[in-house]
């Protein structure tokens, strides 16, 4: 029983059934479907963001400027093309992806604080533009479009957005698992070594970010979805340093981590709701605690747990390797 508790395979599977189950149990609850769905939101873009910093190295504090481009791409084409579901969700995602294209440019050659100002120019630039771009973005009154027929239901579309969630985390999973992954991670460990056996720096530091603005744009699409409605308001500075705290909090270069984040920060603003100002707060002192006391994030408890039962597997087996050595000893002796 304990190893199955410790095993990560059982919590994802317990986290995905309750979630499936949550809005038949309640109810179809409209504000608990939203808060699961900003988690499957957040959830994605944590982990795109985890791609880029926790595995590669490469600092960005502008990634909720991806997520409103993200939004805006499937409003502006849903209202002023027409385009159907289908299209304009993975469109927003291609789109995103290379405005990464044009962000990861630089950072072939820039790192650390450097491109850290970069990125978060980058953020701050996002909302200004969609405020001012008035013909396309609709300005401060922002852009308001509908879901399709088939999913104009909260019950269909949310279980949408968690098998879309799935499916994204799936990918990104077997990305950092393959070769990419590895070049990431050796990029981030040391980029002369990396570069020594042969790995392309300039060509894979633009892939972590053109991938990451990928899935960050179709978690900004689900978003745009779901509310049916996008502003510039809707993603600020705010949200960056948000998502940041996330993958701190939750653990860096952490697939389960960038889970545990997402989860932690959509839910802790919701309960300090009633206590104006205390969020910010609560999320400050949350991420500096976890920096002095746990700088592997929230995810090293759990690794902690399994090293310590590790010990008691060995004592074990050793307490079992001396009972058949002294039995195999006495029918020796016989």
């Keep these: 029983m304990k190893r199955l508790i410790l095993d990560g395979k059982f919590w994802v599977i317990f986290l995905i059934l309750l979630m499936l189950a949550l809005p038949l ?10 808060l699961l769905v900003m988690i499957c939101v957040y959830a994605i873009t944590s982990m795109a963001l985890n791609l880029l910093i926790g595995y590669g ?11 409103s481009v993200g939004g805006y791409s499937v409003a502006i084409l849903s209202t002023k093309l027409g385009l159907p579901f289908i299209l304009t969700l993975p469109l927003s995602g291609v789109i995103t992806a290379i405005i990464g294209l044009f962000i990861g440019l630089p950072a072939v050659r820039l ?55 799935i499916v994204c985390f799936w990918i990104m999973y077997n990305i950092l698992k393959s070769s990419f992954g590895r070049a990431f991670v050796a990029i ?66 952490s697939v389960p981590g960038a889970i545990i984040g997402a989860i932690i920060f959509t839910v802790l603003p919701e309960l300090t709701r009633s206590f104006i100002g205390f969020t910010n707060i609560i ?21 902690l747990t399994k090293m310590r039962k590790k010990p008691e597997l060995k ?12 039995g195999a000893a006495k029918g020796a002796n016989l």
Excluded: C
């Design 111 to 165: 790192s650390g604080h450097f491109l850290a100002v970069i990125t978060l120019g980058f953020g701050i630039s996002i909302p200004l533009i969609a405020l001012n771009w008035d013909s396309i973005t609709g300005g401060y009154s922002g852009i308001a479009f509908f879901r399709p027929e088939w999913l104009s239901s909260d019950l269909p579309f949310f279980y949408m957005v968690i098998g879309i969630t």
């Design 25 to 34: 149990i309640t109810g179809q609850s409209g504000y608990l479907m939203t």
């Design 315 to 326: 004592e074990q087996s050793i307490v079992m390797t001396d009972h058949n050595q002294g």
């Design 57 to 67: 190295g490469q600092i960005s504090v502008g990634h909720a400027g991806f997520l």
């Design 188 to 253: 981030r460990e040391s980029e002369v070594a990396a570069q020594a056996t042969g790995i392309n720096i300039s060509l894979y530091k633009t892939m972590m970010f053109v991938i990451s603005a990928f899935f960050t744009g179709i978690a900004g699409g689900l978003y745009g979805y779901w509310f049916g409605f996008v502003s510039p308001n809707d993603f600020t500075v705010m949200t960056s340093f948000l998502l940041l705290a996330m993958i701190v909090v939750g653990g860096l270069a």
């Design 283 to 303: 999320i400050g002192l949350a991420v500096v605690l976890v920096i002095l006391f746990r700088p592997q994030g929230f995810i090293s408890l759990i690794d």
